[in-house]
């Protein structure tokens, strides 16, 4: 497995505090790794020290085996595309997606064919004569910085939350378009986030960072399904946080409404017996069963939202914990507020947050 990117303990400090932590990470070629996590994470900063634009307080950068942390941007061959696209408005699409190019001295016959090549890529055969920021929408603008980035055949495309500033729709479609054309170029691509769906939709692996550190990093898959920390498990997707009491190993009590449910876990927790634990449950593996059954938790209605494709409720199960549940709409008679609520939990489902 060929290795395209390696970040051996990387570090930036702004005097006292530390933007990025310790950050060791390797992206294999033809990977999309997302860096996700909340606003101040690092991960901004992360990307700018990969790119060149900011210099590490500490640690290694490796790009196809060259140590590059010592080397300005232009001679990385990375390509970037930034937030507001970053586009020049007084030179037409074509001149944008040439300037590269032209820096790197290729023929202009190279150039006329390169730059054709990359519009094509991003769908804007035709638009190469306009300017971009008053002749172009934001989606297309958003194109002409892709193009920008990748007529350069970059090692590396780095995408610093490039569709932020488009509308939900617009986001969507493009979301689909940029991993199909990644996919297609096989390019290993660095991209910056703090949308959990983005990043699940689309990356092969996630990075997941909090307060300049790397916490997790796994497919998609892993870090929903198996979250290392509670921060982790919180962060990416909704889930339930639920107190309940270890009666052993693989035992959980929940204090509900109809008195306790116990739940056999799916593995031993390392706990002592008889400690409060955090359980984390995933609203989409919460069943709402209509008729009496043993072992469900028992609750009252609280809100009920109905989304087209599902129906989300709000659960109060006692009078610290209301739970969230989504159901599939298959035209069953929706619950009411006010209703009781029987809900089946396995516990192999749930995590033993940390
Ligand atoms: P966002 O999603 O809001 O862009 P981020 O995860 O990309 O956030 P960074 O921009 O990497 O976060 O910033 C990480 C931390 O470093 C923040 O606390 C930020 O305030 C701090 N920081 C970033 N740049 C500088 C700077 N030039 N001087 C001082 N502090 C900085």
Same mark, same amino acid.
């Given at each position: ?29 033809? @990977?999309? #790794? *997302? $860096?996700?996590?909340?606003? /101040?994470? %690092?991960?901004?900063?992360?990307? &700018?020290?990969?790119? !060149? ?63 054709? @090549?990359? #519009? *094509? $890529?991003?769908?804007?055969? /035709?638009? %190469?004569?306009?300017?971009?920021? &008053?002749?172009?929408? !934001? ?72 307060? /300049? ?142």
């Amino acid at each position: 497995m060929t290795v395209d990117l390696v970040l051996s303990n990387l570090s930036k400090s702004y005097g006292a505090a530390l933007a990025v932590d310790d950050v060791s990470l390797e992206v294999r070629k033809g @990977e999309w #790794l *997302s $860096l996700l996590g909340p606003s /101040g994470c %690092g991960k901004t900063t992360t990307l &700018r020290m990969i790119a !060149g634009f900011i210099e590490p307080s500490m640690g290694l950068i490796e790009i196809k085996g060259r140590n590059v942390t010592q080397i300005p941007p232009y001679r990385r061959n990375t390509g970037m595309v930034f937030q507001n696209f970053a586009l020049f408005p007084h030179m037409t699409v074509d001149e944008n997606i040439a300037y590269g190019l032209r820096i790197r001295k290729e023929q202009p016959a190279v150039i006329r064919r390169k730059v054709e @090549e990359a #519009l *094509s $890529l991003v769908r804007l055969e /035709g638009y %190469g004569g306009r300017y971009p920021t &008053r002749e172009l929408s !934001g989606g297309q603008q958003q194109r002409v910085a892709l193009a920008r980035a990748l007529v350069i055949e970059p090692d590396i495309l780095l995408l610093d939350e490039p569709l932020s500033s488009l509308d939900a729709k617009l986001r969507e479609e493009l979301c689909v378009e940029m991993s199909e054309l990644q996919r297609r170029l096989g390019i290993t691509t660095i991209y910056v986030t703090h949308d959990q769906e983005e990043a699940l939709s689309m990356s092969t692996r996630i990075a997941v960072m909090s307060q /300049g550190r790397l916490i997790q990093i796994g497919t998609p898959a892993e870090i929903y399904e198996r979250p290392a920390t509670r921060f982790v498990a919180d962060f990416i997707g909704k889930i339930n946080i639920v107190k309940a009491r270890l009666l052993d190993a693989v035992t959980a009590a929940i204090v509900a409404e109809g008195g306790v449910t116990s739940l056999t876990l799916g593995s031993q927790t390392e706990v002592s017996v008889g400690t409060e634990i955090e359980l984390g449950i995933r609203p989409e593996l919460i069943e709402i069963v209509r008729g009496e059954e043993q072992g469900l938790i028992y609750g009252t209605v609280r809100h009920v939202a109905f989304y087209g494709g599902e129906i989300r409720y709000r659960v109060a199960i006692n009078s610290e914990t209301t739970l969230e549940v989504s159901e599939h709409n298959r035209r069953q008679i929706p619950l009411q507020e006010g209703d009781r609520a029987g809900l089946k939990v396995d516990g192999a489902n749930c995590l033993v947050l940390k």
